[in-house]
Protein backbone atom coordinates (compact mmCIF):
# COMPACT_ATOMS: atom_id res chain seq x y z
CA UNK A 1 0.00 0.00 0.00
CA UNK A 2 1.07 3.61 -1.05
CA UNK A 3 0.74 7.14 0.54
CA UNK A 4 -2.91 8.16 -0.30
CA UNK A 5 -1.99 11.10 -3.31
CA UNK A 6 -5.06 12.66 -2.58
CA UNK A 7 -3.15 14.75 0.68
CA UNK A 8 -2.58 18.14 -0.65
CA UNK A 9 -2.06 21.56 1.79
CA UNK A 10 -5.45 23.04 0.74
CA UNK A 11 -7.54 20.16 1.80
CA UNK A 12 -10.65 21.43 3.68
CA UNK A 13 -11.62 19.64 7.39
CA UNK A 14 -14.69 18.17 5.25
CA UNK A 15 -12.54 16.77 2.65
CA UNK A 16 -9.68 15.47 5.51
CA UNK A 17 -12.41 13.72 7.52
CA UNK A 18 -13.59 12.31 4.29
CA UNK A 19 -10.79 10.61 3.18
CA UNK A 20 -10.00 9.57 7.38
CA UNK A 21 -12.98 8.05 7.27
CA UNK A 22 -12.46 6.08 3.31
CA UNK A 23 -9.33 4.93 5.24
CA UNK A 24 -11.12 4.06 8.34
CA UNK A 25 -13.80 1.72 6.23
CA UNK A 26 -11.36 0.24 4.52
CA UNK A 27 -9.48 -0.67 8.21
CA UNK A 28 -12.30 -2.48 8.79
CA UNK A 29 -12.30 -4.32 5.75
CA UNK A 30 -8.57 -5.08 6.14
CA UNK A 31 -9.53 -6.61 9.50
CA UNK A 32 -12.57 -8.43 8.90
CA UNK A 33 -10.51 -10.12 5.94
CA UNK A 34 -7.81 -10.80 8.32
CA UNK A 35 -10.23 -11.86 11.23
CA UNK A 36 -11.46 -14.60 8.74
CA UNK A 37 -8.56 -15.46 7.59
CA UNK A 38 -6.73 -16.38 11.18
CA UNK A 39 -10.04 -17.95 11.65
CA UNK A 40 -9.69 -20.43 8.81
CA UNK A 41 -5.92 -20.94 9.32
CA UNK A 42 -6.64 -22.15 13.31
CA UNK A 43 -5.12 -19.22 14.89
CA UNK A 44 -7.45 -18.44 17.30
CA UNK A 45 -5.59 -15.54 19.22
CA UNK A 46 -4.71 -13.64 16.14
CA UNK A 47 -8.18 -13.82 14.67
CA UNK A 48 -9.39 -12.56 18.42
CA UNK A 49 -6.70 -9.92 18.01
CA UNK A 50 -8.69 -8.68 14.72
CA UNK A 51 -11.64 -9.13 15.50
CA UNK A 52 -11.26 -6.33 18.60
CA UNK A 53 -9.42 -4.08 16.18
CA UNK A 54 -12.31 -4.40 13.57
CA UNK A 55 -14.53 -3.33 16.56
CA UNK A 56 -12.27 -0.77 17.57
CA UNK A 57 -12.11 0.83 14.17
CA UNK A 58 -15.99 0.97 13.90
CA UNK A 59 -16.08 2.45 17.49
CA UNK A 60 -14.00 5.52 16.25
CA UNK A 61 -15.55 6.25 12.91
CA UNK A 62 -19.04 6.50 14.63
CA UNK A 63 -17.63 8.45 16.76
CA UNK A 64 -15.65 10.80 14.41
CA UNK A 65 -18.86 11.42 12.41
CA UNK A 66 -20.95 12.68 15.72
CA UNK A 67 -17.40 14.67 16.64
CA UNK A 68 -17.27 16.21 13.01
CA UNK A 69 -21.40 16.97 12.81
CA UNK A 70 -20.94 18.60 17.03
CA UNK A 71 -18.09 20.79 16.07
CA UNK A 72 -18.06 21.74 12.17
CA UNK A 73 -21.93 21.10 11.74
CA UNK A 74 -21.75 18.63 8.66
CA UNK A 75 -21.97 15.46 7.42
CA UNK A 76 -18.76 13.79 6.45
CA UNK A 77 -18.87 13.25 3.07
CA UNK A 78 -19.09 9.80 1.59
CA UNK A 79 -16.43 8.25 -0.65
CA UNK A 80 -15.69 5.27 -2.70
CA UNK A 81 -14.10 2.88 -0.98
CA UNK A 82 -12.27 0.04 -2.78
CA UNK A 83 -12.51 -3.35 -1.44
CA UNK A 84 -9.83 -5.20 -0.02
CA UNK A 85 -9.64 -8.99 -0.87
CA UNK A 86 -6.66 -10.42 1.48
CA UNK A 87 -7.33 -14.54 1.05
CA UNK A 88 -6.51 -16.50 -1.76
CA UNK A 89 -9.30 -17.43 -4.01
CA UNK A 90 -8.32 -20.66 -3.99
CA UNK A 91 -9.10 -20.86 -0.33
CA UNK A 92 -12.65 -20.69 -0.75
CA UNK A 93 -12.67 -24.21 -2.10
CA UNK A 94 -10.57 -25.60 0.53
CA UNK A 95 -10.67 -27.20 3.97
CA UNK A 96 -8.87 -25.48 7.02
CA UNK A 97 -7.89 -28.86 8.45
CA UNK A 98 -5.62 -29.38 5.13
CA UNK A 99 -3.81 -26.27 5.11
CA UNK A 100 -0.03 -27.23 5.78
CA UNK A 101 2.13 -25.28 8.30
CA UNK A 102 4.16 -24.00 5.62
CA UNK A 103 1.12 -22.33 4.14
CA UNK A 104 -0.08 -21.15 7.61
CA UNK A 105 3.46 -19.83 8.44
CA UNK A 106 3.72 -17.88 4.56
CA UNK A 107 0.56 -16.16 5.39
CA UNK A 108 1.17 -15.47 8.80
CA UNK A 109 3.99 -13.45 7.52
CA UNK A 110 2.57 -12.01 4.96
CA UNK A 111 -0.82 -10.72 6.86
CA UNK A 112 1.51 -9.43 9.34
CA UNK A 113 3.49 -7.32 7.14
CA UNK A 114 0.19 -6.16 5.44
CA UNK A 115 -0.98 -4.94 8.09
CA UNK A 116 1.58 -3.50 9.07
CA UNK A 117 2.35 -1.23 6.34
CA UNK A 118 -1.33 -0.08 6.38
CA UNK A 119 -0.91 1.00 9.98
CA UNK A 120 2.11 2.92 8.88
CA UNK A 121 1.08 4.46 6.22
CA UNK A 122 -2.14 5.63 8.42
CA UNK A 123 0.09 6.91 10.80
CA UNK A 124 1.54 9.02 8.21
CA UNK A 125 -1.81 10.40 6.48
CA UNK A 126 -2.81 11.06 9.56
CA UNK A 127 0.83 13.29 10.51
CA UNK A 128 0.20 15.14 7.56
CA UNK A 129 -4.00 16.08 8.05
CA UNK A 130 -2.66 16.92 11.83
CA UNK A 131 -0.46 19.63 10.51
CA UNK A 132 -2.77 20.79 7.76
CA UNK A 133 -5.53 21.49 10.02
CA UNK A 134 -2.99 23.20 12.69
CA UNK A 135 -1.90 25.59 9.35
CA UNK A 136 -6.02 26.26 9.67
CA UNK A 137 -5.68 26.75 12.77
CA UNK A 138 -8.47 24.32 13.31
CA UNK A 139 -7.29 23.20 16.39
CA UNK A 140 -9.90 20.86 17.78
CA UNK A 141 -10.09 19.03 14.75
CA UNK A 142 -6.13 19.04 14.30
CA UNK A 143 -6.56 17.12 18.58
CA UNK A 144 -9.18 15.24 17.32
CA UNK A 145 -6.79 13.88 14.09
CA UNK A 146 -4.02 13.83 17.16
CA UNK A 147 -6.32 11.57 19.41
CA UNK A 148 -6.43 9.18 16.22
CA UNK A 149 -2.92 9.66 15.49
CA UNK A 150 -1.55 8.40 19.12
CA UNK A 151 -4.09 5.51 19.05
CA UNK A 152 -2.46 4.38 15.82
CA UNK A 153 0.96 4.86 16.97
CA UNK A 154 0.15 2.50 20.06
CA UNK A 155 -1.03 0.02 17.90
CA UNK A 156 1.49 0.23 15.45
CA UNK A 157 3.81 -0.32 18.49
CA UNK A 158 2.01 -3.52 19.62
CA UNK A 159 2.22 -5.17 15.94
CA UNK A 160 5.75 -4.23 15.78
CA UNK A 161 7.02 -5.90 18.91
CA UNK A 162 4.56 -8.63 18.29
CA UNK A 163 6.28 -9.06 14.65
CA UNK A 164 10.01 -8.73 16.18
CA UNK A 165 9.37 -12.26 17.59
CA UNK A 166 7.89 -13.66 15.16
CA UNK A 167 10.47 -12.39 12.92
CA UNK A 168 13.38 -13.79 15.98
CA UNK A 169 11.78 -17.52 15.36
CA UNK A 170 11.41 -17.08 11.93
CA UNK A 171 7.54 -17.32 11.52
CA UNK A 172 7.84 -20.70 13.77
CA UNK A 173 4.33 -21.95 13.46
CA UNK A 174 4.99 -23.89 17.23
CA UNK A 175 5.67 -20.19 18.46
CA UNK A 176 2.89 -19.12 16.43
CA UNK A 177 0.87 -22.10 17.94
CA UNK A 178 1.90 -21.53 21.56
CA UNK A 179 0.89 -18.14 21.50
CA UNK A 180 -2.72 -18.00 20.15
CA UNK A 181 -4.35 -18.78 23.48
CA UNK A 182 -2.79 -15.41 25.54
CA UNK A 183 -3.90 -13.20 22.58
CA UNK A 184 -7.31 -14.87 22.44
CA UNK A 185 -7.50 -14.48 26.02
CA UNK A 186 -6.32 -10.73 26.45
CA UNK A 187 -8.47 -9.98 23.50
CA UNK A 188 -11.56 -11.90 24.56
CA UNK A 189 -11.29 -9.71 28.07
CA UNK A 190 -10.58 -6.45 25.98
CA UNK A 191 -14.08 -7.24 24.22
CA UNK A 192 -15.51 -7.62 28.07
CA UNK A 193 -17.01 -10.90 26.33
Sequence with gaps: MKLSNSINDNMSPSQIYAEINRRQITAMMLHRELSVMFSFLGLQGFKRWQEYRYKKESDENIKMHFHFIDYDNHLIPDMNVEAIHIIPNDWYNAENLNVSANTKKSYVNRAMLEWQEWEEETKEVLEHYYMILLKQD???????????????????????????????????TVYIAEIQEELHNKYKKKMGE
Excluded: P
Design 138 to 172: KVCDAEYVMCMLKDTSKELKKLERCMNKLKLVDFD
